[in-house]
Structure formats: C-alpha cells, structure tokens
C-alpha cells in the first residue's frame, strides 16, 4: 500500500494551498482516512480526519473553519484544502489510512509534504 501526498509549498500567510493524497495498491477499504502534521521539535498531530462510512469529520480545534478535508467517491484519493493560513500552520503534513480488521488497527503513513507559511 502506497500513499503519495503532493501540493504541498511555500505560500504567505492569508494564502491556501490544496493538499492531495492518492492511495494505491490496496486491495481493501479504509476505515479513516485524513492528515497529521508535524512542527520542527513537536509531535505529530492530527489535523483532520474522514470517515469511509458516512464521511463524518473531525478537525483539530486551530483549524476548524479553516480547512476542509474531503475524498473522492472512490474513496482512493483524500484532499485537504488549507484556507487562511498562519505562520503556526508550518510543519510537514502526512497522509493517514486505517484499517481496522479483527480488533486490529493497521495504520499507513504517507511520505509527508512540506507546507511553509511565511508571515
């Protein structure tokens, strides 16, 4: 399983940048899907994430009404769009899948993509 994450970038503060995530060579559905990200000398947090079944979300409290995580129907690629953006928003943002199958959980990470927001 693969998850390739691409529009990352340097953008000003106020700017947006769109964050996409394609997931390949799986052969099962996720259960959750959505984004961490993670500051230099801090741990990685959650940003946003999307449910497979009704698509219910749920957003760190620093970015509610500023970003807006979605997917496709084929539930195969996830997105992040980042509106309003700050300088605190910097950090690598890492594509997230789980799978839950007989109690287990099987997280996938993505590689990560840069996001730098200059003041």
């Known amino acids: 399983v693969q998850l390739v994450e691409s529009g990352g970038g340097l953008v000003q503060a106020g700017g947006s940048l769109r964050l996409s995530c394609v997931v390949s060579?799986?052969?099962?559905?996720?259960?959750?899907m959505g984004w961490y990200r993670q500051a230099p000398g801090k741990q990685r947090e959650l940003v946003a994430v999307?449910?497979?079944?009704?698509?219910?979300?749920n957003y760190a409290d620093s970015v509610k009404g500023r970003f807006t995580v979605s997917r496709d129907n084929a539930g195969n690629t996830i997105y992040l769009q980042m509106n309003s953006l700050k300088p605190e928003d910097t950090a690598v943002y890492y594509c997230?899948?789980?799978?839950?199958?007989?109690?287990?959980?099987?997280?996938?990470w993505g590689q990560g993509t840069q996001v730098t927001v200059s003041s």
């Open positions: 997230y899948a789980l799978r839950l199958r007989l109690g287990l959980r099987f997280p996938y």
């Open positions: 060579g799986s052969t099962f559905s996720f259960n959750t």
């Open positions: 999307i449910g497979s079944g009704d698509g219910s979300t």
